[in-house]
Structures are given as C-alpha cells and as structure tokens.
C-alpha cells in the first residue's frame, strides 16, 4: 500500500511571511499525523525560506512523544549543515536532491551517470548513520542501472511534468508511461519507489493505479491547497483514499 507524507513547507511559507507564530508548522504536522500520514516531509533550505533547523527539531520531538513509530522525512541538497542537520534528528528518511539553493522548487532529478560517484560516497555515509536514502529521479528508465549503482535505496520519482499535465489526454498518458517504465526499471535493481511533485487527489488516483509498488508519496503545494477548502484533516484523508484506490 502506498503511504502519504504530508509536506509542511508551505505552513512554514506563510509563517515567515509575517514573522508570527501562525500557522503553526508543529501543530499542522500533529493535526496530519492524527489524521493518518505516515509521515511528515522537510526541505530545510539554506536561505530558511520555509522550513528551518527549529522546525525540524520541534518535529522530530513531536513524532518522539506523540507518534512513535512515525517518519520523519528530511529532503535536500546534500550539503554539510543539510547533512549535519539530518544526523542530528535521527531522520528515518533522507531524500537527496540536485538543487542550486536558489531555485523555487525541486524541478529535475539527479543525473546518476554523471553523478553516480559523487552520490555513492553520500548515500553510504548516510547509511552508516541509519538513514534510508531516497533519490530525486526524472521519468528516465535508462537512469536507473546507475542510480542502483549508488547503494541507495529508493529513488523518488519526479512526477513535476505528469501533476502539470492536470486534464486526461495525450500528454498526461505519455508522462504516465514514463514514470511506469521508470519505475519497472528501478524496481528490476532492487529499488523501491517513492514519488512527488504537483501530485492532486485525481493525480495520485491515477499513478498508485499505474504503479502500484509506489512506497511512499510525498505532498505539500496541492494538499495545502485542498486544505483551504476542507480543513488539514480532511485533507489528508482525501489523499490517504487515493493512495489506497478508494
């Protein structure tokens, strides 16, 4: 069965905007925790522009206290304090990703045949220290014999190009078809699977339908948008049924 990860990001957005204590990244975390996430998804980003070392502190308390068993999810580019900070937490789940710190947002996956040295010394220093490592990966089933090659793992399906598809039809079919023969290919070299990006309800309907040995997704901007509408709790149970085909 897949699982949802809900990432609190854009919580921590709105925070800063204003500087004030609201909304509360700690209390949306325990509302989405309550609500049945498996787990909870930081990108903790150089500049703090959402989420910063505080909240991941405090939300590694809140899962050590009030959701053991519980995961907590640290994503980034693997930089020395990134990496310092994901030790310090006991990250069950480390997510790496190829961003320059000044992009908006995750927008590609790790080139694993020009990177997979690089990568390999990072994954098995994280391995050591007890972390599953998941890597960023495009649509790209030629990658994956390389990505394997880095110890990791999963690798985290980019699924940017298929949320922007929104609507049926030729694009969001030929962008599914990739992410499936990805995933083939990366399950075929012991790799498990986890997936995000612009993901909706009907999105992840359509992808857990597709790929039913998607581990994990990760979801923050739609599901943030959703909860405008039907509350935090609601909210997640929505995406909850459409990892579970309901």
């Known amino acids: 069965m897949t699982e949802l990860s809900v990432n609190l990001n854009v919580a921590a957005l ?8 609201w909304p509360s990244v700690v209390g949306l975390g325990r509302i989405a925790l309550a609500a049945g996430a ?3 998804t930081v990108h903790p980003r150089p500049d703090e522009r959402h989420t910063r ?14 959701f053991p068993g519980r995961e907590l999810n ?14 310090e937490v006991r990250a069950e789940q480390v997510t790496l990703v190829p961003d320059d710190p000044a992009q908006a947002t995750s927008d590609h996956g790790w ?3 020009a990177q997979g040295e690089y990568l390999s010394g ?5 391995k050591r220290d007890g972390h599953r490592v998941a890597l960023f ?24 190009p298929y949320g922007s598809a929104y609507e049926p039809g030729p694009t969001l079919d030929r962008e599914l078809a990739a992410l499936a023969a990805t ?9 498990d699977l986890n997936a995000g990006h612009d993901l909706t309800v009907p999105g992840v309907e359509r992808l857990v339908a597709k790929i039913p040995s998607i581990a994990e997704v990760s979801i923050g901007h739609a599901l943030f948008c959703d909860a405008l509408t039907y509350g935090m709790d609601e909210t997640v149970r929505r995406y909850l049924a459409a990892c579970r085909g309901a």
């Open 14 to 21: 709105l925070r800063n905007r204003r500087e004030h204590p």
């Open 38 to 40: 498996v787990g909870l």
């Open 53 to 66: 070392p505080g909240d991941v502190r405090d939300l590694r308390a809140l899962i050590d206290t009030e």
């Open 74 to 87: 640290v994503e980034g580019f693997p930089e020395e304090r990134f990496l310092a900070l994901a030790k």
């Open 111 to 113: 080139d694993f045949k």
């Open 122 to 126: 990072v994954v098995a220093a994280l």
């Open 137 to 160: 990966a495009d649509a790209d089933a030629d990658q994956m014999a390389a990505a394997a090659a880095t110890g990791t793992d999963r690798v985290e399906l980019y699924t940017g």
């Open 183 to 191: 995933a083939e290919a990366a399950k075929a070299r012991g790799l």
